[in-house]
């Protein structure tokens, strides 16, 4: 079975911790500090490839998680940078975290995307040194990764998508058209997954992939059909695949049905080109195909109308023709639109950031005041605090940062419990 989703989670490597250590050579008894910095850890990048075919192994194996940074050492010696973790994903991965909100659409080759960032790494004791504090017997912690959970949602790339009701011929079509080998039976739902095939068309490939089919209710879920109509969102044509020998009103009616149902999904999927392969016709009469043909002409919205018979080869180049139409159409306009944008594409504005200590908002939390901005969470996160010269360097700098004069304006007297991130803290 073809796996297109799969939930999983992410996290980054931990930094690694700062090194306390003093100088101690021969002749040098008493040198000063020097105590490397930690690493960063590394971070989980979700890299497109076309050597995956779908998302079996993390829906398999759903926890990810990137090496930790190198703790820092004596002599001024940093860690090792945290490795990197590269997980290959399947193109046309569509990545979103737990509310949804769309994170990364992976549709090139090689194409990447950083999940999770690597903690930062501790300071080493070398780095507190200055003339009033020439022995820091101090360094600091390194931050854990980020984590957070992810939902992965493969939706194939192809130009064309063949799409019908159940046991319409599409499969068969598919096998004729191009190299592709499904599975091919005489009943219904024997495509219960996406097929890919290659159409050769001008030097230039397209890719068709075979839908399975769809049924009444689809878009509501029936049958797996949300979960089939997925996969025609990223197909710039659409060949609409119906049973001729059913009759002129029930080719209308089928088609129909489809139509329905795409538009309830994505009603966007209405405008895109499309045709209609009349199948089977093989085993109709000439009378009974002319009346489809004409039913299906008065709809108005089909670009072109084929009568195919993958057994006999019938009609095939013609189909084919209209393939190379539609999505010749689409290409000449993606690459249109995509010289005008490179056209328009405005230089970069490179801005200072508000990563400042002094960037930070006090706000009443129960009892309890909460201190909230990103350099000082860090700053707090990464001291030791079971250290006492530790302690007194991190009050020094939250004083420059008049944080207790912010907090006194809000109402804290001494003894109140102050809280950074998920650090407590005593207001003195």
Known sequence: ??????????????????????????????????????????DVVLVATRQVRDLTTL???????????GHGQGAQRHGAQGEDLLVDVPVGTEVRDTDGALLGDLTVEGQRLVVARGGEGGRGNTCFKSSTRQAPHFAEHGLPGEERWLELRLKLLAD???????????????????????????????????????????????????????????????????????????????????????????????????????????????????????????????????????????????????????????GLDVLAAAVRQLVGGVRAAEEAAARAATDAEAPVVLRPGQDRLEAFTVSREGDAFRLTGAALERLVAKADLENEEAVMYLQEVIARARVDQALRRAGAVPGDTVLVGEIPLEFA
Request: net charge positive; aromatic share 4%; with cysteine.
């Open 160 to 314: 064309v998508g063949l799409v019908g009701l159940p046991n319409a011929g599409k499969s068969s079509l598919l096998a004729a058209l191009t190299r592709a080998r499904p599975k091919i039976a005489p009943y219904p739902f024997t495509t219960i997954e996406p097929n890919l095939g290659v159409l050769e068309l001008d030097g230039r490939p397209v890719v068709v992939a075979d839908i399975p089919g769809l049924i009444e209710g689809a878009s509501e879920g029936a049958g797996l059909g949300d979960r089939f109509l997925a996969h025609i969102e990223r197909t710039a044509a659409l060949i609409y695949v119906v049973d001729v020998t059913a009759g002129a009103a029930a080719v209308v009616e089928g088609l129909a049905t489809v139509r329905r149902e795409l538009e309830a999904f994505r009603r966007a999927l209405m405008g895109r080109p499309a045709a209609v392969a009349l199948t089977k016709v093989d085993l109709a009469t000439p009378a009974l195909v002319e009346e489809a043909v004409a039913a299906v002409a008065r709809l108005g919205w089909p670009q072109a109308v084929a009568n195919v018979s993958a057994v006999s080869g019938e």
């Open 59 to 69: 829906a398999h194996r759903p926890h990810v998680r990137a090496a930790a940074g």
């Open 1 to 42: 079975m073809l796996a297109d989703r799969a939930k999983i989670c992410v996290r980054g490597g931990r930094g690694g911790d700062g090194c306390v250590s003093f100088r101690r050579e021969k002749y040098v008894p008493r040198g000063g500090p020097n105590g490397g910095d930690g690493a960063r850890g590394g």
